[in-house]
């Protein structure tokens, strides 16, 4: 959900979060003027407000040189790629999943791909499987390193050391994946 807020007479726009996990109030914000509010799902608007009219003053410091213009322009070029990408990136990610799945025993869902600018994918309770159509550019082993990752979550729905135990019977070598990984998200995501 996108909101608004005014400070100093200047308008900003931020995405407020709303989520049963989140415990407090959040704010975040990135390079790129991206601006992220999460909240506890059953706080009303005014404290969510009153929590925004004191952190004011950090929110116009941080987002004062923001060109939001050529923000808008880059968000619009990643969405037209992404509409081009989306349907070949989950042809790609589809079979592979398949693949790898039917090797080492997973029994999953469905397979959704999406456009998230924070993750290669999710893995819900459910045991749907979320990629991000990125991950299908990606060099075959980082690719299926993401996917077992999020197989391995339909057996282990956290990161605990029996989680890793999983994973690493399966890719010896992922702490070294999961390092090269990090590196492409910053440039990638
Ligand atoms: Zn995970």
Known sequence: MNKKIKINGKEFEYALRKRKGVRRMRLAIYADGAFVVSAPK????????KFLEEKADWIFEKLKHVDFSELKKRKEAD?????????????????????LAKRFGFVYGRIAVRNQRTCWGSC????????????????????DYIIIH?????????????????????IPDYKNLRKILREFKTINL
Request: glycine share 2%.
């Open 79 to 99: 969405n037209a790629k992404y509409k081009t990408a989306k349907k070949s990136a989950k042809k790609i990610i589809e079979k592979r999943v398949e693949f």
């Open 124 to 143: 819900s309770r459910k045991g749907n499987l979320n990629f991000n159509y990125k991950a299908a550019d990606l060099p075959q082993e980082l690719q």
């Open 42 to 49: 059953w706080y009303p608007v005014y404290v969510i407000n």
């Open 150 to 170: 999020e197989l391995c979550h339909l057996k282990e729905l956290n990161h605990s050391p029996r989680f890793w135990k999983l994973v690493g019977e399966i």
